[in-house]
């Protein structure tokens, strides 16, 4: 293995070899492969011994930083018991204990995990139990997905065909199932006196001229709860949550959140639909989709939970009216026992109460980002923040990253909007260090 070898060697070896993800590979002849050689909490060192600010959670999956001695100690123990066995026909300890203390977050209102590896896995796992629900209850013709304008869910087939980012879509388009798309309760579309709760109550209106006509052949609508991340953090009011899910009620239509991204404490609670409340109970899905930071950054794990009606609609004495999907990694025992780690470290340190305190003092230390003339919409939620930039200069993304990189931070903006998704391990000193490095990156980027 090549740790040891020259970093030079190690980055031309990686561009032979390895075909990196979501990259137009030839960019690198410009932009250097950063070679990572070990991490330790937020930051992340190269082979050169040069340290990098891990402002960006690794895509979001990293929660209490890099080497965290309770998930590696934890691993180890899981590693000298049971690394491995399949879930068809087989349990064990961590898949039973992760299911239960999962259900017990939603009070037992989704009280069945099913499992997978990545992301866009647990999408398509919706996506298919939702359709062959109706199936299996006489409603075969309800074939379509209903996703917000701009939603991203992944990028497998069926994960593309609720995927509203052309860029991700456009070369399959013609191999992927018709996207059908409802308006964006995002708040940056607010008019003059509107408020973000308007502008939720605007796109729910539309929802449901939609559901009015369309119900008999939708299966399910799919939301991404407070912040669409990956399509470029538009954030919206809880508001849109609680009515989509009477509307949904109401025409007979699923309801999946995908909190791969935004669950897990990242906007605030640990699952972000917790915000959406009536009557003093948080507005449950039909689905939920769980990822990214639940094994902690560690390994590929993904869940769908989901609820006793769905799960009632599958059992039965029919093979064929059974959930019959499969991947060879479902219940990993070594990615169970890693998210069992991070339940703990949530439940020990209080986590999601000290990220208020420091989702305060950042957002506080990013104020003076406000005065750039070319800010827009700066926005927070939770371990969230993001804000666009106005007549940025030709390829800004790429520009904003090397900058940053050269501060010693790992950032990666999507388009024109800048975001920081930090692992909650921020102390005062590096939140402040965190903060100005941005500040000075925007400045040297765009010039005031
Ligand atoms: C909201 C959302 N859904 C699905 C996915 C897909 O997850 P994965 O990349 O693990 O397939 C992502 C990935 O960024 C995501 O942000």
Known sequence: MSLKSPPDALLSRSLDAVWHPCTQMKQHEQTPLLAIARGQGPWLFDTDGKRYFDAISSWWVNLFGHANPRINAALRDQLDTLEHVMLAGCTHQSVVELSERLAALTDGALGHCFYASDGASATEI???????????????????????????????????????????????????RALHTVPSPDARQAEAGETAADVARRAATALEKVLEREHGNVAALIVEPLVQCASGFAMHDPEYLRLARALCDRYEVHLIFDEIAVGCGRTGTFFAHEQAVVQGQPVRPDFLCLSKGISGGYLPLSIVMSTDAVYRAFYDDSTARGFLHSHSYTGNPLACRAALAVLDIFEKDDVLAQNEQRAALLTAQLAPLKAHPQLRHFRQRGMIWAFDVADAPADFSRRFAA????????????????YLMPPYVLDDASSAWLAQGVIDTLHEVCPA
């Open 403 to 418: 900058a940053a990189q050269r501060r010693e931070l790992l950032l990666r903006p999507i388009g024109n909007t800048v």
């Open 126 to 176: 919706a996506l298919k139990m939702s359709h062959h629900y109706w199936r299996n209850q006489g409603c075969a013709a309800k074939q379509n997905f209903l996703c917000l304008e701009g939603g991203y869910h992944g990028e497998t087939m069926g994960a593309l065909s609720v995927t509203d980012v052309a860029l991700f879509r456009d070369a399959y388009a013609s191999l992927v």
